[in-house]
């Protein structure tokens, strides 16, 4: 492990907390919004060389739909609600009362500015509890949606992290619906992978 | 691609070298880009997935040659004549290099995509090494794997089906 990821048993856990309670947030507002109940696991905290990243969410071929939010102000870094493209479209589907959709096989301009909502509703939730809870400013940027490979996606950020490092640090919380079998394919994550200077501010503002 | 398929992964900010009949690949990639460099006489291959276009953007020591365009580029040539290839029949094949976030800004990576292109483009040029064939840009993800039999370089997307160069 490189010397820019400083990680005590304590500090995961406080980043953890963080999740736990952020992501939490979110899926209360998805339920709210989908009418449904949304169950979430203990979100993961950990240290992953770039191809680890990569081969998240089901490797980096994986179709999914991915609204992107950079954070900036006193914490900065990226954060991401990705989802498997056919759970994207039945929450579209439901957001918008079943709105008939012509064409099955492309997102359509009016399902990606739902999705984009939906995922700007969620990690504002997640944010709010981040920003509460550490009394540091979180500015989060105009969302961004796109339908594409996770690895295309999620390298975006690795970009962003590459300047300063090898390994990105990634706080991982998967949100599902409640009674469906956990796999990937419905699996929905929420990811934020601040900057190396963002987390040293965390642990400082709170004494970890 | 099974596991039958002789294949070798490439993963983001390394670089491989494969002689015939092998295949080398590499998924996922969004403003980073894929760089073959190959040896037709030789039929050996190289393939880099690079990330940023020029190294002393790196604070960071020890330096991964396969990160930046300019040490790639330098690099897998000398990879290549280690394994025998000839730098006098080397040509080039890139993919890559799209703005996956277009109108999201950030502070230092802007434009990554177009810029690593740039910069993978302008190193070729300085070695002598030809592009023989290209497809770059755009807002697209790309999965590449390129044949050293054919030295074709085979490109698969999500939107835009698959396409050979």
Request: aromatic share 6%; glycine share 6%; hydrophobic share 45%.
């Amino acid at each position: 492990m490189s010397k820019l990821f400083d990680l005590s048993n304590k500090r995961i856990d406080i980043l953890k907390e963080i999740a736990n309670i952020g992501a939490g947030n979110a899926a209360t507002s998805l339920s709210q919004l989908l009418n449904k109940k949304i169950e979430m696991k203990v979100p993961n905290v950990y240290v992953a060389s770039f191809n680890d990243v990569m081969d998240l969410a089901g490797g980096a071929e994986t179709e999914v739909t991915a609204v992107y939010i950079r954070i900036q102000e006193d914490i900065t870094g990226s954060m991401f609600f990705i989802l498997p493209i056919p759970q994207a479209k039945k929450y579209a589907k439901a957001l918008m009362n079943d709105y008939v959709l012509q064409d099955a096989s492309t997102m359509k301009e009016m399902e990606c500015s739902v999705l984009q909502e939906l995922g700007n509703i969620l990690i504002g939730s997640y944010l709010s509890v981040l920003s509460n809870m550490t009394n540091l400013m979180v500015n989060p940027s105009v969302p961004a949606i796109q339908c594409d490979m996770f690895g295309a996606i999620i390298s975006h950020a690795l970009i962003e992290l590459s300047l300063e490092s090898d390994e990105a640090l990634v706080i991982d919380a998967v949100i599902k619906e409640e009674g469906h079998q956990d796999s990937e394919l419905i699996r929905g994550h929420i990811f934020f992978l601040p900057d190396s200077q963002s987390y040293k501010k965390i642990f400082d503002i709170l004494e970890v | 691609m099974g596991h039958f398929e002789n294949v070798v992964k490439v993963g983001i900010s390394e670089m491989n070298v494969v002689k015939a009949p092998w295949k080398i690949r590499t998924t996922g990639l969004g403003s980073c880009v894929g760089l073959v460099i190959y040896d037709d006489v030789n039929k050996l291959a190289g393939l880099a997935h690079i990330m940023l276009p020029d190294s002393s953007l790196s604070n960071k020591e020890p330096l991964n040659c396969a990160k930046y365009a300019d040490t790639a580029v330098t690099e897998l040539i000398r990879l290549l004549k280690n394994y025998g290839g000839n730098i006098m029949f080397f040509k080039a094949k890139i993919a890559g290099g799209a703005e996956m976030f277009p109108h999201r800004p950030s502070s230092k990576i802007m434009r990554i995509g177009p810029r690593n292109v740039e910069a993978v483009k302008q190193h070729l040029l300085s070695s002598n090494i030809p592009i023989v064939s290209e497809d770059v840009g755009g807002k697209n993800g790309r999965t590449i794997e390129f044949d050293t039999n054919s030295f074709i370089l085979t490109i698969r997307t999500v939107n835009l089906g698959v396409k050979q160069i």
